[in-house]
Every structure is written in structure tokens, then in C-alpha cells.
Nanobody, 124 residues
């Protein structure tokens, strides 16, 4: 069982930056692939970024490439999402997720554990 707790969301102006953090419980954090999904009102969940267990492989949605960076610190059981050049369309609830295996996972159905989410609001 893995518990995930996100933090770092908030209100920011367009062009600004935020860093989301996700603290995970458990002693085998490095064996889990991690991802960040977001869900805007009335829309489906969208995978924003994913990272392998070792941190050496990452994936980004086209909509955030060059602006967002996913990273992890396995010693601290924490995964991060650094968001820069934020746009109003980035407004959503951001969820941290953990999936089986150490490879990058892009299928939301493969993620077993989801955090409660943190709200990110970007004003124009």
C-alpha cells in the first residue's frame, strides 16, 4: 500500500512558476513508476509527466514539453513537478500517481495509487 500526499498548488499569474511535491509512504519507493495527472473541470484526466523508478527516463505531454520538469528524490520518497511559463489552460487539479514496475507508465489504468490532488489556478 502506498499513500501519496501532494503539496505546492496555488494561485499564480500567467507566466509564473510553481513546484508541486508528492510525498509517498512505504520503503520501496524506487520500485514504483510515478506520474502527474491533471483534471480540469469537465475534462478527462490528462497525463502531464511520468518518470521511471530510477529517474533516468521521463515522459511529457506535448502540451507541457519545455515548460514542466518531473523529477524524483528516492532518498526522500518524493516526486516533484516543476512548472514554468504557466498558462491559464494549465489550471486544473493535479494528482500524483504511483504505478507498478520501474519503467515509465503512460496508461492511467496501470497506475494503482492516486493522491487527493492539489489545485493549480493560473490567472490571465
Amino acid at each position: 500500500q502506498v499513500q501519496l500526499v501532494e503539496s505546492g498548488g496555488g494561485l499564480v499569474q500567467a507566466g509564473g512558476s510553481l513546484r508541486l511535491s508528492c510525498a509517498a509512504s512505504g520503503r520501496t519507493f524506487s520500485s514504483y513508476s510515478m506520474g502527474w495527472f491533471r483534471q480540469a473541470p469537465g475534462k478527462e484526466h490528462e497525463l502531464v509527466g511520468a518518470i521511471s523508478g530510477s529517474g533516468d527516463t521521463t515522459y511529457y505531454a506535448d502540451s507541457v514539453k519545455g515548460r514542466f520538469t518531473i523529477s524524483r528524490d528516492n532518498a526522500k520518497n518524493t516526486v516533484y513537478l516543476q512548472m514554468s511559463s504557466l498558462k491559464p489552460e494549465d489550471t486544473a487539479v493535479y494528482h500524483c500517481t504511483a504505478g507498478p514496475g520501474s519503467r515509465v507508465v503512460v496508461d492511467p489504468l496501470e497506475y494503482e495509487y492516486w493522491g487527493q490532488g492539489t489545485q493549480v489556478t493560473v490567472s490571465s
